[in-house]
């Protein structure tokens, strides 16, 4: 079944990278030429690197390497540590609005469990981020998990605009600036979701989208993101 599923997220990928981005002539981590065979717009290097990249997260939260979840978080799964050629690819998705950059991760992203999940729903970005990028990374990725899992995706988080960016604070200052920030709809009510995002770091965004959520009525909270950054026990 894995399988099928991500041969059917390669052709997707190969589709939209052709709508979006159809002269992809270099490597989306590294801008080496590419050849006509190369897949998901990386190079060989590039793609053997995600790989040792897959495999190292996978050891890390198999063997428990991971800190403590916040309230409300039945599990966290990341495709990869937040370094390399995945920082690259999520750099270039987040900041230089390359939305092919996308499509890597999700294929990383569709091979981790999800569990029993019943809904996804991407983690929102600020009125004024979504004016200066253009869209929501999170929701890009999470739609490309939706057409390969054939799971519905709804929008259902809300965030407020009038807060400092999360990505100049540190630990502490994070969750008091997010707390309250954020509201769910109640369509959510009864229903196991699963919360899609690009970064994990201190995890006080996830806290606060599961606190809107489980307020709204969710059943559970599970959350699916493309990298998480290393924490040394």
Not at 70 to 99: D, M, N
Not at 109 to 120: I, K
Request: charged residues 25%; aromatic residues 4%.
């Amino acid at each position: 079944m894995k399988d099928t599923l991500l041969s059917l997220l390669r052709r997707a990928a190969g589709a939209l990278l052709d709508l979006l981005y159809p002269e992809r002539a270099a490597c989306l981590c590294c801008d080496r030429a590419l050849g006509e065979d190369e897949q998901d717009g990386l190079c060989p290097a590039c793609v053997r690197a995600l790989e040792r990249l897959e495999l190292r997260q996978l050891q890390r939260e198999e063997q428990g390497e991971t800190e403590p979840l916040p309230p409300g978080i039945a599990y966290v799964h990341a495709a990869y540590p937040y370094t390399g050629q995945a920082r690259s690819l999520i750099l270039k998705l987040k900041f230089e609005r390359q939305r092919p950059a996308a499509v890597p991760l999700a294929r990383a992203m569709a091979a981790l469990p999800a569990g029993e999940e019943e809904l996804l729903v991407p983690v929102p970005t600020t009125r004024r981020r979504l004016r200066e990028r253009g869209f929501n990374q999170a929701q890009v990725l999470c739609s490309l998990l939706a057409g390969t899992w054939g799971m519905p995706m709804e929008e259902a988080l809300m965030r407020e605009d009038d807060r400092t960016a999360q990505s100049t604070l540190g630990g502490q200052s994070r969750r008091a600036n997010l707390t309250g920030c954020m509201r769910a709809l109640t369509s959510v009510s009864g229903r196991r979701v699963l919360l899609v995002d690009d970064v994990y770091t201190t995890g006080s965004t996830v806290a606060e989208a599961a606190r809107a959520l489980m307020e709204a009525g969710a059943a559970s909270v599970g959350v699916i993101v493309a990298a998480r950054t290393e924490f040394d026990p």
